[in-house]
């Protein structure tokens, strides 16, 4: 089992450019998440879904929307890049009910 | 404003010396996560805590919630540098569809 994938693992965006990330696992768990993760700030939610076809607004959602069309899948789209969107990004994934998330070896987006 | 602040934020200690990592908040949390992050990869969860006042022990890493419910604290017996990683705390929150991550301690176990 590859548990959580990430693609692609680094990448380089200019102000105004759209792109999306690619969160897949292989678990077969209900619900799924995305993270960013920036110096002194530990680790903060940004969408999240309990489910193939729902998504959830997180603590951290303006600038990003994401996709769950399948239940193995869960995409984070970025519109219009903007300099603050500079972090690393992780997805994230666990069985309904559980506490312990598994985590992709995440996303470094640098937006210039 | 975070709702679990870890401290230190930054730890460099000797190989073989103790230490304890605290995380804090001001709400109850149904259970607390610590997770061990490290450079280049995501978190890997250590423990869960469910009981106020629970301790739990994971060989030389000891775990203990708070009686309240809201505060834990991570203490590493005769550090290792394969201990070197970012320590995060966690908590559930709505109905435990979400988690809160704490503020994190970086810590380097020198040899």
């Known amino acids: 089992n590859a548990g959580v994938t990430q693609t692609p693992k680094f990448r380089v965006l200019k102000t105004g450019q759209s792109m999306t990330l690619l969160c897949a696992q292989d678990?077969?768990?209900?619900?799924m998440y995305w993270y960013r993760q920036d110096p002194g700030m530990g680790l903060r939610l940004i969408h999240y879904?309990?489910?193939?076809?729902?998504?959830a607004k997180g603590e951290v959602p303006d600038g990003y929307n994401v996709s769950r069309l399948k239940k193995q899948n869960f995409l984070l789209g970025l519109e219009s890049a903007a300099p603050s969107q500079t972090s690393v990004y992780f997805c994230?994934?666990?069985?309904?009910?559980?506490?312990?998330?598994?985590f992709g070896p995440g996303t470094r987006l640098t937006v210039t | 404003t975070q709702l679990l602040e870890q401290s230190p934020q930054f730890l460099s200690i000797q190989e073989g010396e103790n230490l304890t990592v605290y995380c804090n908040s001001s709400?109850?949390?149904?259970?607390l996560q610590w997770y061990r992050q490290e450079p280049g990869e995501g978190p890997v969860l250590l423990v869960t805590?469910?009981?106020?006042?629970e301790v739990k022990k994971l060989k030389r890493l000891t775990f203990q919630f708070g009686d309240a419910r809201k505060d834990s604290s991570l203490h590493i017996t005769a550090a290792q540098p394969g201990d070197t990683g970012l320590y995060l705390c966690?908590?559930?929150?709505?109905?435990?569809?979400?988690?809160?991550f704490g503020t994190g301690t970086s810590l380097t176990v020198i040899p």
């Open positions: 805590v469910v009981t106020g006042g």
């Open positions: 709400s109850v949390f149904s259970s």
């Open positions: 994230a994934s666990k069985i309904g009910g559980g506490y312990e998330q598994y």
């Open positions: 966690a908590g559930p929150f709505n109905t435990g569809n979400q988690f809160y």
């Open positions: 879904s309990v489910g193939e076809g729902t998504t």
């Open positions: 678990m077969n768990h209900e619900y």
